[in-house]
């Protein structure tokens, strides 16, 4: 499956913003989708995940309350909506999709990068001070 990030950009600190992750070349569905960021200097980070379904979905502490993820299906496209940005929140946004079938062993992590298989390019956001 190929993946395409878009919506990222420059924003003042307090403001929002929405980035979109289309995904081609498979059955979407079959995936969960994850948001990772990674900062210039900086290790790649899990932001949120989101399954398959959309039933359930995963946050990291220091986006929660700020952040929502959410998919639609039938447009084989995730969002992120990102509210209160900070300073910190710098950095290319990539999303990556896990396989349903990983989801079935009892160790799956939905926050580790490894659970992904194929990955975006990434979109930059950068927040202003």
């Known amino acids: 499956v190929q993946l395409v990030e878009s919506g990222g950009g420059l924003v003042q600190t307090g403001g929002s913003l929405k980035v979109s992750c289309a995904a081609s070349?498979?059955?979407?569905?079959?995936?969960?989708i994850g948001w990772f960021r990674q900062g210039r200097g900086k290790e790649r980070e899990f932001v949120a995940a989101v399954s398959w379904s959309g039933d359930s979905t995963y946050y990291a502490d220091s986006v929660k309350d700020r952040f929502t993820i959410s998919r639609e299906n039938a447009k084989n496209t995730v969002y992120l909506q990102m509210n209160n940005l900070k300073p910190e929140d710098t950095a290319i946004y990539y999303c990556?999709?896990?396989?349903?079938?990983?989801?079935?062993?009892?160790?799956?992590?939905?926050?580790?990068?490894?659970?992904?298989?194929?990955w975006g390019q990434g979109t930059q956001v950068t927040v202003s001070s």
């Open positions: 990556a999709a896990s396989p349903l079938s990983r989801s079935y062993y009892i160790d799956y992590d939905p926050y580790s990068h490894s659970e992904y298989e194929f």
């Open positions: 070349g498979g059955t979407f569905s079959s995936y969960a």
